[in-house]
């Protein structure tokens, strides 16, 4: 199993819907969850971060952790095409004991006028 | 200024060779990684210094040997490339180990 899994997509939605992607880790003993956006041949940019169970929320952008499902998950409202890109869900996992990110292989969002 | 700056940004070379990728962070971090992105585009940790010791160390191979002069600076070694190292590198760094990682714009490494 995977530590970080996501649907390696790509997820296709119409400008202005809302897009969801989703993640699951397998280490109960994570305790910070990362989305991070990478577009094609850039590097990684932190979009948001959450640390406890529920919604946080920044302008478009809510993310949801469940920690008892091990699950995580992006929503992106009023979907824009500037958004298409590869959305990266990112774990701290304490294992070995040093605390790593560990990232998920990404799901590529595209977003059609 | 660039927070995390790496060179070079691309780099074409012979398999067999040595080369060496340089990165230095400005954001007064004390942690720096170095993260190898395959042609999946699965990004994978390699190593972790924090003030200039190693903390970690994935199951990289020995060709691969990141040093670290000051905490500023984390720079990539490679001898004896392979075709499989293809990838593209990214240097990043973060305030306390981990936390919100901040990468550099990337090496795009090829070996032909």
């Known amino acids: 199993q995977k530590e970080v899994e996501q649907n390696s997509g790509p997820l296709s939605v119409p400008e202005g819907a809302i897009a969801s992607l989703n993640c699951t880790y397998s280490d109960r003993g994570s305790q910070s969850f990362f989305w991070y956006r990478q577009y094609s041949g850039k590097s990684p940019e932190l979009i948001m971060f959450?640390?406890?169970?529920g919604d946080k929320e920044d302008g478009r952008f809510t993310a949801q952790l469940n920690k008892a499902s091990q699950y995580v998950s992006l929503l992106i409202r009023d979907s824009q095409p500037s958004d298409s890109a590869t959305y990266l869900c990112?774990?701290?996992?304490?294992?070995?004991?040093?605390?790593?990110?560990?990232f998920g292989a990404g799901t590529r969002l595209a977003v059609h006028p | 200024d660039t927070a995390v700056s790496q060179t070079p940004k691309y780099l074409v070379t012979q398999m067999g060779n040595d080369k060496s990728i340089k990165c230095e962070q400005n954001?007064?971090?004390?942690?720096m990684y170095w993260y190898k992105q395959d042609s999946k585009k699965f990004l994978k940790i390699m190593f972790s210094?924090?003030?200039?010791?190693?903390?970690i160390n994935e199951t990289v191979p020995n060709r691969f040997s990141p040093k670290s002069p000051d905490k500023a600076h984390l720079n990539l070694h490679i001898n004896s490339l392979e075709l499989g190292d293809s990838a593209v590198y990214f240097c990043?760094?973060?305030?306390?180990?981990?936390?919100?990682?901040?990468f550099g714009e990337g090496s795009w490494l090829t070996v032909v």
């Open positions: 990112a774990v701290i996992s304490p294992k070995g004991g040093y605390n790593k990110l560990i």
């Open positions: 990043a760094s973060s305030q306390e180990a981990p936390n919100t990682i901040y």
């Open positions: 954001l007064g971090h004390d942690t």
């Open positions: 959450i640390y406890s169970n």
């Open positions: 210094y924090n003030n200039k010791e190693l903390i």
